[in-house]
Protein backbone atom coordinates (compact mmCIF):
# COMPACT_ATOMS: atom_id res chain seq x y z
CA UNK A 1 0.00 0.00 0.00
CA UNK A 2 2.66 2.16 -0.90
CA UNK A 3 0.41 4.81 -2.68
CA UNK A 4 -2.34 5.02 0.13
CA UNK A 5 -5.23 7.64 -0.89
CA UNK A 6 -3.22 9.14 -3.77
CA UNK A 7 -4.98 10.43 -6.93
CA UNK A 8 -3.83 8.99 -10.51
CA UNK A 9 -4.79 9.84 -13.53
CA UNK A 10 -4.28 6.84 -16.30
CA UNK A 11 -4.72 7.91 -19.86
CA UNK A 12 -5.24 4.85 -22.05
CA UNK A 13 -6.64 3.05 -19.18
CA UNK A 14 -8.90 1.31 -22.06
CA UNK A 15 -6.05 -0.30 -23.02
CA UNK A 16 -3.50 -3.37 -22.43
CA UNK A 17 -0.84 -1.88 -20.59
CA UNK A 18 -3.07 1.24 -19.32
CA UNK A 19 -5.50 -1.63 -17.58
CA UNK A 20 -2.90 -3.06 -15.82
CA UNK A 21 -0.92 0.43 -14.71
CA UNK A 22 -4.55 1.63 -13.18
CA UNK A 23 -5.14 -2.02 -11.01
CA UNK A 24 -1.52 -2.11 -10.03
CA UNK A 25 -1.86 1.41 -8.65
CA UNK A 26 -5.22 0.50 -7.26
CA UNK A 27 -3.56 -2.27 -5.68
CA UNK A 28 -1.17 -0.06 -3.98
CA UNK A 29 -3.97 2.29 -2.48
CA UNK A 30 -4.40 4.99 -4.88
CA UNK A 31 -7.32 5.72 -6.46
CA UNK A 32 -7.85 5.77 -10.38
CA UNK A 33 -9.01 8.12 -13.03
CA UNK A 34 -9.09 6.46 -15.91
CA UNK A 35 -9.53 8.75 -19.31
CA UNK A 36 -9.74 6.91 -22.85
CA UNK A 37 -11.87 7.46 -26.07
CA UNK A 38 -12.94 3.48 -25.01
CA UNK A 39 -15.90 3.84 -23.05
CA UNK A 40 -17.05 0.42 -22.77
CA UNK A 41 -13.54 -0.68 -21.60
CA UNK A 42 -12.83 2.23 -19.26
CA UNK A 43 -15.74 0.45 -17.51
CA UNK A 44 -13.58 -2.70 -17.60
CA UNK A 45 -10.82 -1.24 -16.07
CA UNK A 46 -12.77 1.07 -13.24
CA UNK A 47 -14.43 -2.49 -11.85
CA UNK A 48 -10.79 -4.25 -11.73
CA UNK A 49 -9.85 -0.56 -9.91
CA UNK A 50 -13.03 -0.92 -7.25
CA UNK A 51 -12.42 -4.65 -6.64
CA UNK A 52 -9.45 -2.98 -4.42
CA UNK A 53 -11.46 -0.88 -2.33
CA UNK A 54 -10.47 2.52 -3.51
CA UNK A 55 -12.39 4.90 -5.85
CA UNK A 56 -12.39 4.73 -9.50
CA UNK A 57 -13.67 7.46 -12.39
CA UNK A 58 -13.57 7.47 -15.64
CA UNK A 59 -13.94 10.10 -18.48
CA UNK A 60 -14.51 9.42 -21.85
CA UNK A 61 -12.69 11.68 -23.94
CA UNK A 62 -10.59 12.04 -27.35
CA UNK A 63 -7.23 13.33 -25.95
CA UNK A 64 -6.13 15.24 -28.91
CA UNK A 65 -8.69 17.65 -28.51
CA UNK A 66 -7.81 20.53 -26.37
CA UNK A 67 -11.04 21.34 -25.50
CA UNK A 68 -12.35 18.50 -24.35
CA UNK A 69 -9.49 17.21 -22.57
CA UNK A 70 -9.29 19.97 -20.50
CA UNK A 71 -13.19 19.71 -20.20
CA UNK A 72 -12.80 16.06 -19.00
CA UNK A 73 -9.53 15.67 -17.00
CA UNK A 74 -10.53 19.35 -15.01
CA UNK A 75 -13.77 17.54 -14.27
CA UNK A 76 -11.65 14.98 -12.14
CA UNK A 77 -9.50 17.87 -11.04
CA UNK A 78 -12.13 19.48 -9.26
CA UNK A 79 -14.39 16.22 -7.94
CA UNK A 80 -11.26 15.02 -6.55
CA UNK A 81 -9.79 18.67 -5.54
CA UNK A 82 -5.98 17.95 -6.89
CA UNK A 83 -4.09 14.97 -8.80
CA UNK A 84 -0.79 13.49 -7.29
CA UNK A 85 0.11 11.16 -10.23
CA UNK A 86 -0.61 11.53 -13.87
CA UNK A 87 0.51 8.55 -16.19
CA UNK A 88 0.22 9.33 -20.37
CA UNK A 89 -0.34 6.01 -21.26
CA UNK A 90 -2.73 6.26 -24.58
CA UNK A 91 -1.32 6.41 -27.85
CA UNK A 92 -0.34 3.65 -30.48
CA UNK A 93 1.39 3.49 -34.10
CA UNK A 94 0.90 2.80 -37.47
CA UNK A 95 2.83 1.58 -39.78
CA UNK A 96 3.20 3.23 -43.01
CA UNK A 97 6.50 3.67 -45.49
CA UNK A 98 7.61 7.37 -45.42
CA UNK A 99 8.15 8.22 -49.25
CA UNK A 100 4.30 7.46 -49.19
CA UNK A 101 2.95 8.85 -46.04
CA UNK A 102 0.03 11.51 -45.94
CA UNK A 103 -0.01 14.79 -43.89
CA UNK A 104 -3.11 13.10 -42.30
CA UNK A 105 -1.35 10.04 -41.38
CA UNK A 106 1.83 11.68 -39.97
CA UNK A 107 -0.35 14.57 -38.29
CA UNK A 108 -2.44 11.56 -36.35
CA UNK A 109 0.57 9.87 -35.40
CA UNK A 110 2.10 13.10 -33.75
CA UNK A 111 -1.48 13.93 -32.50
CA UNK A 112 -2.05 11.11 -30.20
CA UNK A 113 1.19 9.92 -28.76
CA UNK A 114 2.49 13.66 -28.28
CA UNK A 115 0.15 16.59 -28.42
CA UNK A 116 -2.38 14.79 -26.03
CA UNK A 117 0.71 14.09 -23.76
CA UNK A 118 0.76 17.92 -23.60
CA UNK A 119 -3.20 18.41 -23.59
CA UNK A 120 -3.48 16.07 -20.62
CA UNK A 121 -0.62 17.75 -18.61
CA UNK A 122 -1.50 20.99 -19.36
CA UNK A 123 -4.82 20.20 -17.64
CA UNK A 124 -3.27 19.02 -14.67
CA UNK A 125 -0.13 20.89 -14.28
CA UNK A 126 -1.38 24.18 -11.95
CA UNK A 127 -2.98 22.19 -9.72
CA UNK A 128 0.16 19.64 -8.89
CA UNK A 129 1.92 23.20 -8.75
CA UNK A 130 -0.69 24.69 -6.23
CA UNK A 131 -0.30 21.61 -3.90
CA UNK A 132 3.73 21.92 -4.91
CA UNK A 133 3.56 18.12 -5.53
CA UNK A 134 3.23 15.71 -8.45
CA UNK A 135 4.32 13.07 -10.33
CA UNK A 136 4.23 12.66 -13.58
CA UNK A 137 5.13 9.51 -16.00
CA UNK A 138 4.99 9.32 -19.39
CA UNK A 139 5.27 6.35 -21.71
CA UNK A 140 7.36 7.10 -24.70
CA UNK A 141 8.82 4.10 -26.43
CA UNK A 142 12.07 2.26 -28.05
CA UNK A 143 11.41 3.65 -31.33
CA UNK A 144 11.96 7.05 -29.63
CA UNK A 145 15.76 5.47 -28.88
CA UNK A 146 16.17 3.34 -31.92
CA UNK A 147 14.00 4.01 -34.47
CA UNK A 148 12.61 1.53 -36.74
CA UNK A 149 14.84 -1.35 -35.80
CA UNK A 150 12.09 -2.79 -34.22
CA UNK A 151 9.36 -2.11 -36.56
CA UNK A 152 10.21 -0.80 -39.82
CA UNK A 153 7.83 1.89 -41.06
CA UNK A 154 7.57 3.53 -37.94
CA UNK A 155 9.09 7.12 -38.67
CA UNK A 156 5.84 9.31 -37.07
CA UNK A 157 5.27 7.39 -34.34
CA UNK A 158 9.14 7.07 -33.31
CA UNK A 159 8.96 10.75 -34.26
CA UNK A 160 6.16 11.82 -31.55
CA UNK A 161 8.04 9.36 -29.14
CA UNK A 162 11.02 11.27 -29.39
CA UNK A 163 8.87 14.44 -29.06
CA UNK A 164 7.77 12.86 -25.68
CA UNK A 165 11.07 12.09 -24.96
CA UNK A 166 12.34 16.13 -24.84
CA UNK A 167 8.89 16.83 -23.29
CA UNK A 168 9.54 15.25 -20.53
CA UNK A 169 13.05 16.57 -19.96
CA UNK A 170 12.14 19.83 -20.74
CA UNK A 171 9.47 19.43 -18.12
CA UNK A 172 11.46 17.98 -15.77
CA UNK A 173 13.59 20.87 -15.61
CA UNK A 174 10.83 23.58 -15.71
CA UNK A 175 8.51 21.81 -12.68
CA UNK A 176 11.17 20.71 -10.36
CA UNK A 177 11.29 23.66 -8.15
CA UNK A 178 7.51 23.04 -7.66
CA UNK A 179 8.15 19.68 -6.01
CA UNK A 180 7.29 17.95 -9.28
CA UNK A 181 8.68 15.18 -11.11
CA UNK A 182 8.69 14.21 -14.52
CA UNK A 183 9.95 11.22 -15.91
CA UNK A 184 9.42 8.76 -19.05
CA UNK A 185 9.28 4.42 -19.38
CA UNK A 186 10.75 3.65 -22.65
CA UNK A 187 9.09 0.40 -23.50
CA UNK A 188 10.25 -2.31 -25.91
CA UNK A 189 8.12 -4.98 -27.39
CA UNK A 190 5.06 -6.06 -24.47
CA UNK A 191 3.28 -9.35 -24.15
CA UNK A 192 0.09 -7.70 -25.43
CA UNK A 193 -2.88 -8.37 -26.89
CA UNK A 194 -1.55 -6.45 -29.71
CA UNK A 195 1.31 -9.73 -30.24
CA UNK A 196 -0.79 -12.51 -29.94
CA UNK A 197 -1.69 -12.78 -33.84
CA UNK A 198 2.14 -13.04 -34.67
CA UNK A 199 3.45 -15.81 -36.72
CA UNK A 200 6.38 -17.98 -35.69
CA UNK A 201 8.84 -16.25 -37.70
CA UNK A 202 7.71 -12.97 -36.88
CA UNK A 203 7.98 -13.73 -32.86
CA UNK A 204 11.53 -15.33 -33.99
CA UNK A 205 12.51 -11.69 -35.75
CA UNK A 206 11.65 -10.20 -32.90
CA UNK A 207 13.32 -12.00 -30.35
CA UNK A 208 16.33 -12.48 -31.96
CA UNK A 209 16.77 -8.31 -31.42
CA UNK A 210 16.30 -8.32 -27.82
CA UNK A 211 19.27 -9.17 -25.80
CA UNK A 212 17.25 -11.01 -22.73
CA UNK A 213 15.20 -13.13 -25.92
CA UNK A 214 12.46 -12.17 -23.32
CA UNK A 215 9.15 -9.13 -24.26
CA UNK A 216 8.00 -7.49 -21.50
CA UNK A 217 5.40 -8.15 -18.87
CA UNK A 218 2.47 -5.33 -18.63
CA UNK A 219 3.09 -6.33 -14.72
CA UNK A 220 6.80 -5.40 -14.25
CA UNK A 221 5.85 -2.49 -16.28
CA UNK A 222 3.54 -1.47 -13.68
CA UNK A 223 5.91 -1.64 -11.13
CA UNK A 224 7.97 0.91 -12.13
CA UNK A 225 5.16 3.02 -12.55
CA UNK A 226 5.00 2.59 -9.41
CA UNK A 227 8.22 3.19 -8.25
CA UNK A 228 8.17 6.20 -10.01
CA UNK A 229 5.26 7.46 -7.56
CA UNK A 230 6.53 6.81 -4.10
CA UNK A 231 7.79 8.48 -1.86
CA UNK A 232 11.30 7.40 -2.23
CA UNK A 233 11.69 8.87 -5.92
CA UNK A 234 10.92 12.53 -4.93
CA UNK A 235 14.31 13.11 -6.08
CA UNK A 236 14.28 11.02 -9.35
CA UNK A 237 13.12 13.25 -12.56
CA UNK A 238 13.68 13.69 -16.06
CA UNK A 239 14.96 9.96 -16.11
CA UNK A 240 13.62 7.81 -19.59
CA UNK A 241 13.69 3.86 -18.08
CA UNK A 242 14.24 1.48 -21.38
CA UNK A 243 12.32 -1.42 -20.47
CA UNK A 244 13.48 -3.24 -23.97
CA UNK A 245 15.33 -6.18 -22.88
CA UNK A 246 18.82 -4.22 -23.96
CA UNK A 247 17.11 -3.52 -27.65
CA UNK A 248 18.09 -0.18 -27.63
CA UNK A 249 21.58 -0.79 -26.57
N1 LIG B 1 2.47 -2.64 -26.27
C1 LIG B 1 3.74 -2.41 -26.57
O1 LIG B 1 4.51 -3.31 -26.94
C2 LIG B 1 4.28 -1.00 -26.45
C3 LIG B 1 5.67 -0.78 -26.64
C4 LIG B 1 6.17 0.50 -26.53
C5 LIG B 1 5.33 1.56 -26.23
N2 LIG B 1 4.00 1.32 -26.07
C6 LIG B 1 3.13 2.48 -25.74
O2 LIG B 1 2.42 2.16 -24.56
C7 LIG B 1 1.15 2.81 -24.59
C8 LIG B 1 0.04 1.78 -24.35
O3 LIG B 1 0.15 0.76 -25.33
P1 LIG B 1 -0.84 -0.50 -25.35
O4 LIG B 1 -0.09 -1.63 -25.88
O5 LIG B 1 -1.55 -0.60 -24.06
O6 LIG B 1 -1.85 -0.02 -26.50
P2 LIG B 1 -3.44 -0.20 -26.57
O7 LIG B 1 -3.80 0.06 -27.99
O8 LIG B 1 -3.87 -1.49 -25.96
O9 LIG B 1 -3.96 0.98 -25.65
C9 LIG B 1 -3.88 2.33 -26.06
C10 LIG B 1 -5.10 3.05 -25.52
O10 LIG B 1 -5.01 4.44 -25.88
C11 LIG B 1 -6.29 4.87 -26.26
N3 LIG B 1 -6.20 6.00 -27.16
C12 LIG B 1 -5.53 6.05 -28.34
N4 LIG B 1 -5.72 7.25 -28.91
C13 LIG B 1 -6.52 7.96 -28.07
C14 LIG B 1 -7.08 9.26 -28.12
N5 LIG B 1 -6.87 10.07 -29.15
N6 LIG B 1 -7.85 9.66 -27.10
C15 LIG B 1 -8.09 8.84 -26.04
N7 LIG B 1 -7.59 7.60 -25.95
C16 LIG B 1 -6.81 7.17 -26.96
C17 LIG B 1 -6.93 3.67 -26.95
O11 LIG B 1 -8.36 3.78 -26.97
C18 LIG B 1 -6.42 2.51 -26.11
O12 LIG B 1 -7.32 2.16 -25.08
C19 LIG B 1 1.06 3.51 -25.93
O13 LIG B 1 1.45 4.88 -25.76
C20 LIG B 1 2.07 2.78 -26.78
O14 LIG B 1 2.57 3.58 -27.82
C21 LIG B 1 3.45 0.08 -26.16
Known amino acids: MRLQGKRAIVTG ?6 RVIA ?15 NADGLEITAAGVRAHGVDALSATADLTDFDAVQAAVGGIVEQ ?6 LLNGAGG ?24 VFNVTRA ?10 GRII ?33 LAIEVAEHGITVNALAPGAQATPGR ?9 ALL ?11 EHLAQTVVYLSAPETVNVTGVILPLDGGHSI
Not at 23 to 37: I, K, N, R, Y
Open 80 to 85: WGGVDI
Open 138 to 170: NITSVAAIAGGRLVRGATAYAAAKAGVVGLTKA
Open 196 to 204: DNDTPERRE
Open 208 to 218: AQIPTRLLGQP
Open 124 to 133: VLPGMIEQRS
Open 13 to 18: AAGALG
Open 93 to 116: GAVSWFHEMSYETWSTQIDRNLTS
Open 23 to 37: ETLAAEGAHVAGVDL
